[in-house]
């Protein structure tokens, strides 16, 4: 008798198993009006995205026609673009190393217990949770050009003899470097607490062993942190380079693209072609090259969801 | 692994470093939108050339006139009223859209119902400067060019998918068995959501009515798109667009204006930040 149950056990339901078509049915009719206006409002308009760029239309008028791949040929032949489109490598590329670097750095700080930790943390995630316009305006203060207090302080250490000034927003090195401390100020706290997140969440058992073990701190560090951490390293890495290279608000408040389009990046300059000079199908194809490298993203997102639902 | 006590000062002395360093980099655009609030004109634009004058400290007494000019003489408090305005309209369209979805997506759909939710978090990733082109059509088309309803009409476009996801993880938080036995009790599902569920969620609810409100007050690209009024922008693009003028130095009521959006954003998110990582994070940790 004793092992007869052990034969007659169900095997496991799935959720989608025990749900009655009735609950089906009301699960469709709950999510609709949101699925409809994400199509409507964000599915459709990208289609748009891409037809527009295929056509000559303008902010004026609603008559337009089809170019073809007219604008595209246009645009990569446009220094300008050129230029914006190494920029947005650029900074994307150096922001994100930076705030990796740093975002490490801050997270295992945080990770210690010591005096005050609540005000830190607080203090940090000002610049992120400041809206990003007027935390920019912030620093157009700071690297004006008559008052800048940078140059003050490298006055006085002597850093800048008599005569010699930084123009921050009117040199097109100084104007990276600057749009780039901005953009990693602004994405440190960002992914300083999703790393944090992802320490505090190894547990401390697992260093414990390895201390018992002898392992060393690089065997530690290359053995266990950096493993355990991939899937929420691969998070913030992927988060930070999305808001890096699509974001415009940066630029656009501190150089406005200036000096003469040197520190453009694509989405200011689809602004400035698409929206103020008015000419849409041009705009728009400037802005489809952000496309692939999101479309890269997420697919990278999909597979680290996947591998963490698999584990 | 013995640290003799030199290696621990030094430990120490290391990590307060590293924090200093990083809080200062962190709050100086801060500080400095603090002391500019409160120069007097004569204290601030002295320029940077002039060593001896120490910009870091009030050399004279601090006045509250760039203040009053602020909320006297400019706009911002239209600014703040349309910003507040739209935010509340959106933070009822995004619970409306949200909550049913978030709830479907957490217990009503199967397999196939984690794949859609994902499809739904990945339309956040969609940028807004790639959809502000078709928008611009899409508003002109409507009648809705100057208009706040096109930010209204807009502006779930993220919040939508971000606040889904956010609710799903906290439906699914619920036991099971909540509902159940109301259904049990003789509720119907739509009872028991309405009597067991929402009440239970209200602090889901409650985080996701304070991300919504945010993501409005920070959002800078689609206001900067459609609202050419000065009487209509809200506060991100009404500061840095209309009260920037070229030659006229208004630096003291910027710098005001900066401060007072931003310090109580900080506040807010201070308190929901656990819950904002656990939408970001995926399922990466658990």
Known sequence: MDTVPALTTPAPLKAADTLSARDRRLGKLLLAPALVYIFLLVALPFLLALFLSLTNSSAGSLDFSFVGLQNFKNVVTNPVFLRALRNTFVFTFVSQVLVMVFGNTLARALLKNFRGKLLVRFLILMPWAAPISLATLGWLWIFDSTFSVINWMLKVVGWLGPGQWYYWLGDPTLGMVAIITVHVWRLLPFSTVILLAGLTSIPAEVHEAADIDGAGPFAKAFQITIPMMMPILTVAILFGTVFTFTDMNVVYLLTRGGPYNSTHVLASLAYQEGVLGGDVGRGASIAIFLLPLLVVMAILMLRTSRRAEVS | ?286
């Open chain 2, 1 to 286: 692994m013995r640290r003799s006590p030199a290696q621990k000062a030094l430990a120490v002395v290391a990590h307060r470093s590293v924090i200093l360093a990083f809080t200062a980099f962190a709050i100086f655009p801060f500080y400095w939108m603090l002391i500019t609030a409160f120069k007097q004109n004569s204290d601030l634009y002295v320029g940077a050339s002039n060593t001896a004058h120490n910009p870091f400290i009030f050399n004279q007494a601090p006045t509250l006139i760039h203040l009053r000019i602020l909320f006297q003489n400019t706009l911002f408090p239209t600014w703040l009223f349309n910003t507040l305005w739209v935010g509340a309209i959106v933070v009822i369209i995004t619970l409306v859209l949200a909550v049913p979805a978030a709830y479907s997506l957490a217990r009503l759909t199967g397999r196939w119902g984690e794949h859609l939710s994902i499809g739904i978090f990945l339309t956040y990733l969609v940028p807004s400067t790639l959809l502000f082109i078709p928008f611009s059509r899409l508003v002109a088309l409507l009648g809705l060019q100057n208009q706040l309803g096109a930010l209204v009409l807009i502006y779930p476009t993220f919040t939508v998918p971000f606040c889904t996801w956010l609710l799903m993880g906290f439906f699914k938080t619920l036991p099971k068995e909540v509902e159940e036995s109301a259904m049990v009790d003789g509720c119907s599902r739509f009872g028991a959501i309405a009597r067991v569920v929402l009440p239970l969620a209200m602090p889901g609810l409650l985080t996701v009515v304070i991300f919504a409100l945010t993501l409005t007050i920070q959002e800078f690209v689609y206001s900067l798109t459609f609202i050419s009024s000065v009487e209509r922008m809200t506060v991100s693009v009404g500061v840095p667009v209309a009260l920037v003028r070229g030659d006229v130095y208004y630096w003291g009521s910027l710098m005001a204006a900066c401060l007072i959006t931003s310090v109580p954003l900080a506040v807010i998110y201070n308190f929901f930040l656990d819950r904002f990582i656990a939408g970001f994070t995926v399922g990466a940790i658990k």
